[in-house]
Antibody, heavy 130, light 110 residues
Framework: QMQLVESGGGVVQPGGSLRLSCAASGFTFSEYSLHWVRQAPGKGLEWMTIVSFDGDTEDYAGSVKGRFTISRDNSKNTLYLQMNRLRVEDTGVYYC????????????????????????WGQGTTVTVS | DIVLTQSPGTLSLSPGERATLSCRASESVSLDYLAWYQQSPGQAPRLLIYRTDRRATGIPDRFSGSGSVSGTDFTLTISRLEPEDFAVYYCQQLVSSPYTFGQGTKLEIK
């Protein structure tokens, strides 16, 4: 059974740091790109960041760029989100999710990744900045 | 950033009825990069549709997706509503980072 399990959430003061983990099981972790998505209390979904299956490419939403860092350890089947300089508006439930795509292309030495949607989600971990 | 605008904000229907949810993009997102999700209260989102019209694994065929050739107008249709379908639905584009979501459509029981 494919599964993602987040951990590391908690209460932190503004300006503080937190590291979230997302442990994967039931699928070949190294074949899939992975996202972090968050949801503020009573609000909609906000995409934050992605790391490609091979760890070579990362991308961030403007609201977290320069403060958050995504990384993965394919030997441990684990995804991470290092969150620094936390703000009150970072409060919410944080989900890790797997991208459904197994597609990329290589032209010369340039690899292009294709992302189509998130088909496996964790249960979420709550971060409160207060 | 690409803005996705979902309509209506709330849709009130009865079980057995047909639901039509709309998602409009501020610029073309191509038919390959539009996904739909369902989120029930207290639950993580669930992927319903990706690449505009491909059902995710385990999604019943009463859910279908479509899009315009222009790549700016997308529709999620639920042909016959079941009680478990009443939830919030989000569209998402994955053509251009940041991979934005729409604000959601709440489907409620009439």
């Amino acid at each position: 059974q494919m599964q993602l399990v987040e951990s590391g959430g908690g209460v932190v003061q503004p300006g503080g740091s937190l590291r979230l983990s997302c442990a994967a099981s039931g699928f070949t972790f190294s074949e899939y790109s992975l996202h972090w998505v968050r949801q503020a209390p009573g609000k909609g979904l906000e995409w934050m960041t992605i790391v490609s299956f091979d760890g070579d490419t990362e991308d961030y939403a403007g609201s977290v760029k320069g403060r958050f860092t995504i990384s993965r350890d394919n030997s441990k089947n684990t995804l991470y989100l290092q969150m620094n300089r936390l703000r009150v508006e970072d409060t919410g439930v944080y989900y890790c999710a797997r991208d459904v795509s197994l597609t990329s292309s290589l032209t010369g030495r340039v690899r292009t990744y294709y992302f189509y949607g998130m088909d496996v989600w964790g249960q979420g971990t709550t971060v409160t900045v207060s | 950033d690409i803005v996705l605008t979902q309509s209506p904000g709330t849709l009130s229907l009865s079980p057995g009825e047909r639901a039509t949810l709309s998602c409009r993009a501020s610029e073309s997102v191509s038919l390959d990069y539009l996904a739909w999700y369902q989120q029930s209260p207290g639950q993580a989102p669930r992927l319903l549709i990706y690449r505009t019209d491909r059902r995710a694994t385990g999604i019943p065929d009463r859910f279908s997706g479509s899009g315009s050739v222009s790549g700016t107008d997308f529709t999620l249709t639920i042909s016959r509503l079941e009680p478990e379908d009443f939830a919030v639905y989000y569209c998402q584009q994955l053509v251009s980072s940041p991979y934005t979501f729409g604000q959601g459509t709440k489907l409620e029981i009439k």
